[in-house]
């Protein structure tokens, strides 16, 4: 590689699997003992963890399923009150983004997880959604663009009935029904229902989040403006700033008059430096063909640009907003960012491919701040009510007219 990977802030990757025996003879010991060899301080964060197995082990051996033998062990790693401290099992869209993500770079991670890959790949049958619980219910929070619920017209605040007639689960629901078409009660408006045929694909979580991100570009007429929007689902890796700079410099959105970037949701893994293309000094050239026609390209972004954030923008992508607001590089719109910038490590559990992801480092800015737990407060608060939205992304809105605002200010 040719620039440091900075992935879900700095992570640090495992050399190694572990297996059910360096942990124990079930997950829940393999998961305390994990924690208690490689938790980023020996102190806990004040909690006593070797009272944890009193508190929880028998709860973790009673469940009846894995998955709810996973939210036992996810209350007790909840007790850290850490970020990037999570426990995942092939029943959740998570432990396939998280998968597909560290796979690419990790031999030993396929051999740990090979009885949840697919064609060696870390792909499930799904729609393209990211799902909130409000009041015990199932809100639609996100749609990735370009993917079959967006294609299907499922939208933000959509409330998730049923799916083919059973309550709806974001694995369960979908498995084996790739190619097939779905049918998904959604509620837009409390007691107002309709039904949406959607039809799944398999996602792979290695490139999912790409094709989102480059389905997401596109220009939004404001107030006689063109505003530049891309949406950033992910920025682990060098593919998502390759996807921003060619459509800022060579791509659909080189004639914009601003742009909104949107880090919401997804995954982190940004850096500070993905602000260059934004803070350098621009040096432009001109192409001339032998008819005269004549085609003008720029190193940067010398244009207005807004961030938009919310509680779901984690990690290096917090990272970036820090810098890009410390830079005063534009204005930041939405809602203060997650505050979960821990340094993470990847262990797998050869036993039952099941993923820890553990916060194995501190982290603290050049100027002695630390971010974890607290986030970056946006310049622009935007209130917004997820439930029944009907499609509405008042934030998003409010980044446009931001956009708009700094247009005219510079003139």
Known sequence: MNRVFVVLALAWLASRSASAEDGGSSSFDWVWQTVNQNFYSEKFNGLDWNAMPTKYRDRAIRAGTREERAVVINEMLGELHTSHTAFYTPDS???????????????????????????????????????????????????????????????????????????????????????????????????????????????????????????????????????????????????????????????????????????????????????????QRCLAWTAISRSGAQNTLGSCWAKPVVLLTDNRSTSGKELMAYAFKRGRVGSIVGARTAGAVMAGTIFANEADASLLYLATKDVRMDDGTRIEGQGVQPDIDVPFELPYAQGQDTRRERAFDEAVRLIKQKG
């Open 93 to 279: 869209p998570e432990y396939y983004h998280l998968l597909g993500l560290f796979l690419p770079m990790n031999e030993w991670l396929a051999k740990a997880t090979a009885s949840a890959l697919t064609d060696g790949k870390a792909s499930y049958s799904g729609i393209g959604i990211f799902t909130q619980t409000v009041n015990g219910q199932q809100f639609v929070r996100g749609v990735h663009d370009g993917l079959p619920a967006h294609k299907a017209g499922i939208q933000l605040g959509d409330r998730l009935v049923s799916v083919d007639g059973a309550p709806f689960h974001p694995i369960r629901s979908f498995q084996g029904k790739a190619g097939q078409s779905v049918a998904i009660v959604v509620e837009r408006a409390p007691g107002i229902s309709k039904t949406v045929n959607v039809v799944p694909a398999m996602l792979d979580g290695s490139t999912m989040f790409v094709d989102a991100m480059e389905a997401s570009t596109q220009v939004v007429a404001r107030d006689g403006r063109n505003i530049g929007y891309i949406h950033a689902w992910s920025y682990a890796g060098q593919q998502y700033q390759d996807i921003l700079e060619g459509a800022l410099l060579f791509g659909a959105l080189k004639d914009a008059d601003a742009l909104v970037l949107d880090v919401r949701d997804g995954l982190g893994g940004a850096s500070p430096s993905n602000l260059n293309i934004f803070t």
